[in-house]
Nanobody
């Protein structure tokens, strides 16, 4: 099994920035796709950003131009840089990985709160 550990969440004012990290217990080079999802109270979980093994990325329309997903294979870590944060970005953010063959893992989540 693979463990995913998220960190970097916290409280930030509107317009501020945070960087989330997702550290994997195995080399991320063996993972086909890694992504960040979020879930706000009373709402469905939604895809925020995704990065494939080739480095291709996908973003939700609501975060395009503000969020950037990246990876550091040497550290087995995927990042989500969040800039120009808005109150509607408030949610629990989850790291997700899909391995070759379809095996899927989730992190425990990290809280992001955007409020003045």
């Amino acid at each position: 099994q693979v463990q995913l550990v998220e960190s970097g969440g916290g409280l930030v004012q509107p317009g501020g920035s945070l960087r989330l990290s997702c550290a994997a217990s195995r080399s991320i080079s063996s993972i086909a796709v890694m992504g960040w999802y979020r879930q706000a109270p009373g709402k469905q979980r939604e895809l925020v950003a995704r990065i494939g093994s080739s480095g291709s990325t996908t973003y939700a329309d609501s975060v395009k131009g503000r969020f950037t997903i990246s990876r550091d294979t040497a550290k087995n870590t995927v990042y989500l840089q969040m800039n120009s944060l808005k109150p509607e970005d408030t949610a629990v953010y989850y790291c997700n990985s899909i391995h070759w063959g379809g095996t899927e893992y989730w992190g425990q989540g990290t809280q992001v709160t955007v409020s003045s």
